[in-house]
């Protein structure tokens, strides 16, 4: 039994470390950790050939710092530019930091206060202070400013500089720095999200009708969700008082099933494209793929954009949405209709080829490993509706 277990377990832990985009550790930071910080041993082994000399730690108002990565006593650390996080966040000893790595070269960093175990409120708050001029006097005066929004600074002081006097903030500003705050507050669910002051807009469309492998198919209109300013629209969880998702009425599965399809998945992948165990929020709600960001940086512009999947000789427009921020995307309209009409189910494995086009939107061939072959319809539902649950339509 004990085997079993560790089968399991290190299948599970070969499945995190290699394929999952957003890994996670945290610290309770010991005495002397305003010099440097030791990142531990097991995340350090899995990942150190894979990160950069220098990364960024990204704080809950969305700050950013540049910190350097160093080995001390054969221990990861990080240590040019961690004193400066320190300072900057009055962080104390046994405070406790939760990083989420990003898979390229930052950390998001959560910050909780020892005596409360509760968030420090005021990780929200740090400003950065950029170095302005010398004045007669010989002293450094900075100017006020918050993180830059969309590589814009926002001088939330009007220009006031910066000293150990407290600055007066006028009420405009404070609403506009409170709003960027929010917008920014750190997002730990391993999706990227998007905070939008504008008004979400529902509008209706009829997809047209697909057919592969004989699939069932839904004709009805659905809600697509946008922004009147289209930015970089991850699908909202909820609009209104209307929120779809799609439930499985697949069998139960094993473990044996899942590593199936992932090892035919993997076979059939190549170093030119990438592949994707489905998740609830792939399949079921939400519906946004997370693209792994290694391979937007290699193959895609960095933007907004149409990409095109294939199917045999079934083509889905989708939506690639990309998030500068985070420096990181996903598909997201277009991606639903794709999922339904191919009856995707959690743990079913998605492997995406490019195809080689001198011009037009990007196309990716997409290959399908099932957990179980037998398909049967999702069921649609909505919650806060009176209806009850209907059924796909058989083809």
Known sequence: MDKVGDSSNKWA???????????????????????????????????????????TLKGPSGATWDVGLSTSDDKLCFKRGWQEFV????LEQNDLLVFRYNGTSQFDVLIFDWKSFC???????????????????????RKLREPSLDGFDVNINNGAECDSSENIIHDDSMERMIQDVVSKATNFNGQPEVFSAEPIRTV??????????????????EPVQLSDSDMEATPVKKIGSYVEQYVSHRRAITEGEKNNALKLAEAASSDTGFKVVMRPSHVYRRFFLFIPTQWVTKNLSLRNQ????RVGSDEWPTKFNFTPSRQCGGLTSGWKHFSIDNNLEEFDVCVFEPVNKSSGPVVLEVKIFRVVEDVIPLTRVASKSNRKPTKAPEA
């Open 13 to 55: 832990e070969d499945i995190y470390w290699s394929h999952f985009q957003f890994t996670h550790f945290y610290q309770i930071l010991a005495g002397g950790c305003e010099q440097q910080l030791v990142i531990p041993d097991k995340f350090s082994n899995n990942l150190k050939n894979k990160l950069p000399a220098t990364v």
């Open 87 to 90: 300072k900057a966040h009055y």
């Open 119 to 141: 968030e420090k409120e005021a990780s929200y708050f740090v400003k950065i202070c950029e170095n302005k001029k010398i004045d007669s006097g010989g002293q450094a005066k």
């Open 204 to 221: 209706q469309t009829r997809r047209k009708k697909k057919t592969p492998n004989n699939t069932a198919i839904i004709s009805t209109p």
């Open 306 to 309: 149409d990409i095109i999947l």
